[in-house]
T-cell receptor, first 113, second 110 residues
Framework: DSGVTQTPKHLITATGQRVTLRCSPR?????VYWYQQSLDQGLQFLIQ???????AKGNILERFSAQQFPDLHSELNLSSLELGDSALYFC????????????FGQGTRLTVV | GQSLEQPSEVTAVEGAIVQINCTYQ??????LSWYQQHDGGAPTFLSY????GLEETGRFSSFLSRSDSYGYLLLQELQMKDSASYFC???????????FGSGTQLTVLP
C-alpha cells in the first residue's frame, strides 16, 4: 500500500458528461501529480500541485482542470468527455517538490461510452 | 520540454541479466528515476540517480551519466515476476516536474 488513495477505482460514463476524480496523498506529502495512461501507452504528465498551488502543467486539455485543497487532497475534473478520454488516471505524491521518489495510487479507470 | 527514449520491448530468459537504456533531453535536470509497473497496476519506485555513477539495490542497479544524458537500469538474476513495464523518468525544472518515458515491456521467459 503506497498510502495514496484514489477514488473511484472504476468509472463508466457517457460522452459529453463531466466527472471528478479524487486523490488523497500520503500523509505529509505536499506534492501531487496527475498522469493519464491510455491503453499500452506511457504515463502522460497532466499537472502538478505543491501545497495548494499549481507548479507545472503538461499536455492537459482545456476540458480538464484540477485543484489541490487546503487539506492537500486533489481533484481532477474532466468535462465534455470524449471516447478518447478513456484511460487510467493516476495520482502520485511526493514529500517535496519532486525528486527522489513518487508514490502512486491505484488509479481510476475511466471508460467513456 | 522534456523527451525520453527507451526501447519499447526487451525479452530475456530467467536467470539472465538485462539492461534497459534511457536517453533524455531536458533543461534544469535534477535526476533520473526508474519505476516498475505490472499490468493494470500502479507504478512503483525502483531507484533514483542524481549524480553520475551506479546505484545498486539488490538485484537492480541504475546508472547515470549526466554528460551523456543517458542512464540505464540493470536487472540481474531475472525472475518471472520481473516481467513488467519499466519506465525511466526525469525530474527537471524549477517545479521538479516528473516526466516519464514511454516504457519498456520486459518479458522474462522460462
Amino acid at each position: 500500500d503506497s498510502g495514496v488513495t484514489q477514488t473511484p477505482k472504476h468509472l463508466i460514463t457517457a460522452t459529453g458528461q463531466r466527472v471528478t476524480l479524487r486523490c488523497s496523498p500520503r500523509s505529509g506529502d505536499l506534492s501531487v501529480y496527475w498522469y493519464q495512461q491510455s491503453l499500452d501507452q506511457g504515463l502522460q504528465f497532466l499537472i502538478q500541485y505543491y501545497n495548494g498551488e499549481e507548479r507545472a502543467k503538461g499536455n492537459i486539455l482545456e476540458r480538464f482542470s484540477a485543484q489541490q485543497f487546503p487539506d492537500l487532497h486533489s481533484e481532477l475534473n474532466l468535462s465534455s468527455l470524449e471516447l478518447g478520454d478513456s484511460a487510467l488516471y493516476f495520482c502520485a505524491s511526493s514529500s517535496q517538490g519532486g525528486g527522489t521518489e513518487a508514490f502512486f495510487g491505484q488509479g481510476t479507470r475511466l471508460t467513456v461510452v | 520540454g522534456q523527451s525520453l527514449e527507451q526501447p519499447s520491448e526487451v525479452t530475456a530468459v530467467e536467470g539472465a541479466i538485462v539492461q534497459i537504456n534511457c536517453t533524455y533531453q531536458t533543461s534544469g535536470f535534477y535526476g533520473l528515476s526508474w519505476y516498475q509497473q505490472h499490468d493494470g497496476g500502479a507504478p512503483t519506485f525502483l531507484s533514483y540517480n542524481a549524480l553520475d555513477g551506479l546505484e545498486e539495490t539488490g538485484r537492480f542497479s541504475s546508472f547515470l551519466s549526466r554528460s551523456d544524458s543517458y542512464g540505464y537500469l540493470l536487472l540481474q538474476e531475472l525472475q518471472m515476476k520481473d516481467s513488467a513495464s519499466y519506465f525511466c523518468a526525469v525530474t527537471s525544472g524549477s517545479a521538479r516536474q516528473l516526466t516519464f518515458g514511454s516504457g519498456t515491456q520486459l518479458t522474462v521467459l522460462p
